[in-house]
């Protein structure tokens, strides 16, 4: 395998719970052969290069919930693993506004290279995770974990806690309501992106073909900026997911 970190961690494989928790924007790490792309540490360190307090947040979650972790090693800069091989983000040229001069005027071998040392193998192994899971007649759900900034190209952003989905939108559904239930987030669907804006590859990946239940959550990141605040928020919401999968569950049996 091309460069100095396994593309994918899986922790607690052998946890129980119900949850397949994801974290595609986990590290800003630039590991060889890629290097830094050009880019300087006060851009290695910025929400281009990963999802800030994302990782620290999957991981509080992934406890609560007695679920595995699976979550990239690299920045998504070198590969958006959120993204399909052909899309122009997969290994951008500009985000923001930020010019990535390692990624412009990729050749076709240089995407291909990229795309086999991390997207292929990160899908396969998550793949295999769940696959195993659906084998032992433990279906599971599937809630991947980002971040956002609180202010994007000049415009701030209220919204709070995004909840997004792909082409099922139960158990977002749920998981909106039991968060307006529960917490004092200002909680909304497909904000501040959604499954339109292309990011929800994972989602329509890993979960959709097998009609798994499936959400992905957005947290602004001035609210998960530290380890206390990913913890804190961590034991908001795993109540919130714990309920909302309790809901869909009644629901699809009364459907029965």
């Known amino acids: ?56 947040l ?12 699976a979550h990239a090693c690299q920045s998504r800069l070198i590969y958006d693993l959120n993204r399909p091989p052909q899309h122009a983000g997969a290994m951008p040229e500009r985000s923001e506004v930020h010019d990535i001069p390692g990624n412009i005027g990729l050749t076709r071998a240089a995407r291909a290279a990229r795309t086999e040392a991390l997207y292929l193998p990160f899908h396969a192994e998550l793949r295999a995770l769940i696959a195993g899971r659906l084998a032992r007649g433990a279906a599971p759900v599937i809630v991947t974990v980002h ?18 989905h792909d082409a099922d939108a139960t158990l977002a559904e749920a998981v909106l ?16 992106y959604s499954g339109a804006d292309g990011v929800t590859h994972t989602l329509a990946l890993q979960a959709t073909p097998m009609g798994l239940p499936n959400v992905m959550l957005e947290l602004r990141n001035d609210l998960i900026a530290d380890a ?15 309920a909302a999968i309790a809901r869909i569950e009644t629901q699809t049996g009364e459907a029965a």
């Open 1 to 56: 395998m091309s460069g100095s970190i396994a593309p994918i961690r899986i922790e607690g494989a052998a946890r129980k719970g119900r949850c397949v928790v994801i974290c595609e924007h986990a590290s800003n790490a630039f590991p060889a052969p890629w290097g830094d792309l050009g880019l300087s540490a006060e851009q290695r360190d910025a929400h281009i290069a990963w999802d800030p307090g994302a990782l620290g």
């Open 58 to 69: 999957a991981k509080g979650l992934a406890e609560a919930l007695d679920a595995p972790l």
């Open 147 to 164: 971040s956002f900034t609180p202010l994007y190209f000049g415009q701030r952003r209220d919204v709070e806690l995004g909840i997004i």
């Open 177 to 192: 309501a039991e968060a307006q239930a529960r917490t004092g987030l200002d909680a909304r669907l497909n904000e501040p």
């Open 228 to 242: 206390s605040a990913q913890s804190a928020m961590a034991a908001t919401l795993a109540p919130v997911l714990q």
